[in-house]
């Protein structure tokens, strides 16, 4: 059962992509497919904190009497997660190659492309939201490459074979 997936930002209409398209153009160190990816991946991410803090909340873990405004919030440390798990459902060990091929080296450089979408007036930000949030947050390598482990289907029941010739049938 795949996770469901919006559809990708540049199949939506292209009045919602022509902001992204200037604001790309107004720094040309990015891709169009970094600020597209960064819409879609604040989506889900902004759903997946908010059933987390619906799930808190009826653990009795979760604070009473937020706005809908706070559920909306998302922080840079939590867009960054939210990002690397869009990342490796969409894109696999391949996403570091992926995020490189749009110019994002560091997440950091994810703090600018949020920035520069706040300076464009098509995201807000809080007083408290700064792009050191965006800094030393992961290693793409490490966290898309070095980490990645793959599905195997449970139906299948199968098991990965180590490495190396194949077993000699008797």
Known sequence: DRPHLPPPALERPVSHIAPLRAVARSDSRYRLEAYTFLYDALDATVRL???RRRAEAE???GEDGEGESADRHVSGQELLE????HASRLFGPLAAQVWRSWGVRTT???GRIVFNLVDAELL???DSDSIEDFKGGYDFDAVFVDAYAPLLPTELDAVPR????????E
């Open 108 to 110: 950091e450089d994810w």
């Open 49 to 51: 904190i908010a059933d």
């Open 162 to 169: 180590p490495f190396g010739p194949p077993p000699e049938d």
């Open 124 to 126: 807000r930000r809080q």
């Open 59 to 61: 653990d009795g873990e």
């Open 82 to 85: 939210g990002m690397r798990e």
